[in-house]
T-cell receptor, first 116, second 112 residues
Framework: NAGVTQTPKFRVLKTGQSMTLLCAQD?????MYWYRQDPGMGLRLIHY???????AKGEVPDGYNVSRLKKQNFLLGLESAAPSQTSVYFC???????????????FGAGSRLTVL | DAKTTQPTSMDCAEGRAANLPCNHS???????VYWYRQIHSQGPQYIIH?????ETNEMASLIITEDRKSSTLILPHATLRDTAVYYC?????????????WGLGTSLAVNP
């Protein structure tokens, strides 16, 4: 049981290049999320998904696209990378607790992206 | 979701209890209090959560005041490996995870 796995762990891009970060979870969770974390700031939600085939914008969605074609995978794409997208990206997943009840996020180890 | 207030940093001696406070005075009746920690740029790790009652698990204890406006995370016997940033968050259901406000947390340094 690997939990949440992110690939790649590190990547260096040039401005204007594109890339995709892959998040995979083996816990059969309904919800998946992509966050970014920058120095001096808390985690900020980029996009999230409430189930296979669905995606929605979070707090800072501009410059990113996502897809959830399979329940276990959530992809984050950068079509034209910018230096402002240099960050550490975390994927997380959680189960659907219904209209009440607690809920817990499980995070991946992170992907460190540098855009030159 | 309600906002939380935590001290920026704290120190604790190894082997002693670490008590991390959190203020959440605007918490709603259906919101849980969650604690996560992040060790040196790793992904955040869930520690514990509670609604009204105090909770304990193998990692920590969570003490929630009767009015639910504040809580304390207790690491009973802190070790060097507990050095991390601790986040206190309040939230309702899974669907509201998209509204979680992750502040800067409390940076706990456990000293030998």
């Amino acid at each position: 049981n690997a939990g949440v796995t992110q690939t790649p762990k590190f990547r260096v891009l040039k401005t204007g290049q594109s890339m995709t970060l892959l998040c995979a979870q083996d816990m059969n969770h309904e919800y998946m999320y992509w966050y970014r974390q920058d120095p001096g700031m808390g985690l900020r939600l980029i996009h999230y998904s409430v189930g296979e085939g669905t995606t929605a914008k979070g707090e800072v969605p501009d410059g990113y696209n996502v897809s959830r074609l399979k329940k276990q995978n959530f992809l984050l794409g950068l079509e034209s990378a910018a230096p402002s997208q240099t960050s550490v990206y975390f994927c997380a997943s959680s189960y659907e607790a219904g209209t009440s009840g607690a809920n817990v996020l499980t995070f991946g180890a992170g992907s460190r992206l540098t855009v030159l | 979701d309600a906002k939380t207030t935590q001290p920026t940093s704290m120190d604790c001696a190894e082997g002693r209890a670490a008590n991390l406070p959190c203020n959440h005075s605007t918490i709603s009746g259906n919101e849980y209090v969650y604690w996560y920690r992040q060790i040196h740029s790793q992904g955040p790790q869930y520690i514990i959560h509670g609604l009204k009652n105090n909770e304990t698990n193998e990692m920590a204890s969570l003490i929630i005041t009767e009015d639910r406006k504040s809580s304390t995370l207790i690491l009973p016997h802190a070790t060097l490996r507990d050095t991390a940033v601790y986040y206190c968050i309040v939230s309702a259901t899974a669907g509201n995870n998209r509204k979680l406000i992750w502040g800067l947390g409390t940076s706990l340094a456990v000293n030998p």
